[in-house]
């Protein structure tokens, strides 16, 4: 685990910090950290919604906490992004915390429709909330950039490349485990779970609380990147139609589902947007999504996986 | 003297009407008892209520000497309550030795080394008579060996009290003979074993003590010759 681990660990830091030397193309940077966000928003909307079957269908809540607690504090209390993307995180894990108490009750469509009131309730607070810029929204500066990156959007690439390769790496450890064995056993049958010794609540409260973290730390460095931030594109309905499709084109059975889903359908969406207008973007998503869930609802690893068979 | 191992006292559960009432059913250590009923008469639901599944609204359960009446389901399962599906609920998504390796890792307590679980699982699909189909994943079974699936799954729990839902159902003659087999030698191991079912052949033959239940409320118990002579029971399954 350990080699498996640190190697490419230190190739990804690497990665981020040797590529803006040789590619200077500012949009490159631009459109890939929308790729490695939807990288990590994916994986961890899958790690609750693939393995153990709970629909969250209020991922743009769970990223405006993020984005906004840490917009708050980099406002402030001038603190560190680093920093900031965690205290984003913990408020976001808190929120998923809380939505895991709700799986005592609610299952299946149920849970899913409470996920999309929590985000609508969190839009209305922001939207209403003076010291959070309400609708006006807040401007943030990007601070000068940092050695050895020439500009602060080559640094919030590399940030966020290796916050994904946490997320990735974390994902396929749990699938991996006897957690994510157990994730699978909840999605498959609840009840006889729990009838062979399984803590299916702590389990799902553990996979709620991650997920949710997960989506706080991917918002969180958002106000640096958009340098003004709104309730409407911090919430944007993309975001949580983009974390589900992503892991359903990919694949929700296998970690690197998210990943596969998020670069081919996040990198079409960045083309079209510069070829094509940015209104195409939601169509082609629920096109490319409808046929998958027809045609293979076992998404891209589905299919790789079957062809090996 | 025999000392209980399952007390249910004064058990009620109601789905606004009663689906248990004032149930009490004490089953001994090492005891086969049986549990009969016409449909709808509660067998399932006191199932549910000994594991956990559901809460009780009246009464208490004791397992082992122990108040279990508010313990978790998945707790009860770790001291020794295992149960069958009236209705197979299997990990449809792994292998049938996967599905006996999570039990049987939450049974074992200690991280055992992983080799050392699949060869108990083997064990126990040997057992069962399906370790043929050790790789291969549920929907690839048979109604009858779901069934023994079902079964197999409970073993790998350790089970001090195992409960069976109808686990003859859909059984032939001779398949119900093997089972039954199967069960006496696994209680002649010192497993405790209720058992609900429909088919009168298996639980006459089988139990030592039976318990009749009828819209909820318990119209007999004892053995299996007193069962058959009582005149309520036959009014419940017949009608007057």
């Given amino acids: 685990m350990k080699k498996s681990f640190y190697l490419p660990a230190i190739g990804v830091i690497a990665l981020g910090i040797l590529l803006p030397q040789f590619i200077k193309i500012s949009y490159f940077y631009f459109a890939g950290y929308i790729v490695l966000q939807f990288i990590i928003l994916s994986t961890a909307w899958n790690l609750l919604g693939g393995y153990t079957g709970y629909v969250n269908f209020g991922v743009g809540g769970f990223y405006a906490i993020g984005a906004y607690t840490s917009a708050v504090l980099l406002l402030h209390l001038k603190v560190n992004l680093i920093v900031a993307m965690l205290a984003g995180g913990i408020l976001s894990g808190l929120l998923g915390f809380g939505l895991g108490y709700l799986t005592i009750r609610l299952r299946g469509i149920f849970f899913a429709i409470s996920t999309l009131a929590v985000a609508i309730i969190i839009q209305m607070v922001i939207v209403n909330w003076h010291f959070l810029g309400g609708a006006n929204g807040l401007y943030i500066f990007r601070p000068d950039p940092i050695w050895p990156f020439s500009d602060y959007l080559e640094y919030l690439f590399a940030l966020m490349l290796f916050v994904a390769f946490l997320a990735v790496m974390s994902a396929r450890y749990i699938e991996k485990s006897w957690i994510g064995k157990c994730f699978i056993a909840i999605r498959d049958t609840e009840e006889a779970s729990e009838c062979t010794g399984m803590p299916t609540f702590r389990l799902k409260l553990f996979?709620?609380?991650?997920?949710?973290?997960?989506?706080?730390?991917?918002?969180?460095?958002?106000?640096?990147?958009i340098t003004y931030l709104e309730p409407y594109s911090a919430m944007d309905l993309l975001i949580t139609v983009n974390s589900l499709a992503m892991p359903l084109v990919g694949g929700t059975a296998h970690w690197l589902g998210p990943v596969i889903g998020s670069i081919l359908l996040g990198g079409a969406q960045q083309l079209i947007t510069v070829s094509i207008s940015s209104e195409w973007n939601l169509l082609v998503v629920g096109i490319v999504l409808i046929g998958f869930v027809i045609l293979a609802p076992g998404g891209i690893m589905g299919l790789i996986q079957r062809g090996r068979r | 003297m025999k000392t209980p191992l399952l007390e249910a006292k004064s058990v009620s559960k109601f789905f606004g009407f009663p689906a248990l009432l004032n149930v009490d059913i004490q089953v001994n250590r090492g005891e086969r008892?049986?549990?009969?009923?016409?449909?709808?008469?509660?067998?399932?639901?006191?199932?549910?209520?000994?594991?956990?599944?559901?809460?009780?609204?009246?009464?208490?359960?004791?397992?082992?000497?122990?108040?279990?009446?508010?313990?978790?389901?998945?707790?009860?399962?770790?001291?020794?309550?295992?149960?069958?599906?009236?209705?197979?609920?299997?990990?449809?998504?792994?292998?049938?030795?996967?599905?006996?390796?999570?039990?049987?890792?939450?049974?074992?307590?200690?991280?055992?080394?992983?080799?050392?679980?699949?060869?108990?699982?083997?064990?126990?699909?040997?057992?069962?008579?399906?370790?043929?189909?050790?790789?291969?994943?549920?929907?690839?079974?048979t109604q009858i060996e779901m069934r023994k699936l079902e079964l197999a799954r409970a073993l790998a729990l350790r089970p001090k009290l195992l409960l069976l839902d109808e686990v003859m159902a859909g059984l032939s003659h001779s398949e119900i003979d093997d089972l039954l087999v199967i069960l006496k030698d696994l209680n002649e191991q010192g497993i405790t074993i209720l058992m609900i079912e429909h088919i009168m052949r298996a639980v006459m033959s089988f139990c030592e003590r039976i318990a009749v239940l009828n819209a909820g409320v318990k119209i007999a118990e004892g053995n299996p010759e007193e069962i058959l002579n009582n005149k309520e029971v036959e009014k419940a399954y017949l009608g007057e």
């Avoid at chain 2, 008469?41 to 000497?65: A, P, Y």
Wanted: with cysteine.
């Fill in chain 1, 207 to 225: 996979a709620t609380t991650l997920s949710g973290f997960m989506m706080g730390v991917a918002g969180a460095p958002f106000p640096y990147y």
């Fill in chain 2, 33 to 141: 008892f049986g549990l009969i009923g016409p449909n709808g008469s509660g067998k399932t639901t006191f199932i549910n209520v000994i594991t956990g599944v559901l809460r009780v609204d009246g009464g208490g359960v004791l397992f082992d000497e122990k108040d279990i009446t508010t313990l978790q389901c998945y707790r009860r399962a770790r001291l020794g309550i295992a149960r069958t599906f009236q209705i197979p609920k299997p990990f449809i998504s792994m292998s049938i030795l996967d599905n006996l390796t999570i039990p049987l890792r939450y049974a074992l307590h200690t991280i055992n080394a992983k080799s050392s679980i699949e060869d108990e699982a083997m064990k126990i699909l040997r057992l069962i008579g399906i370790e043929s189909k050790a790789h291969v994943k549920p929907q690839d079974l």
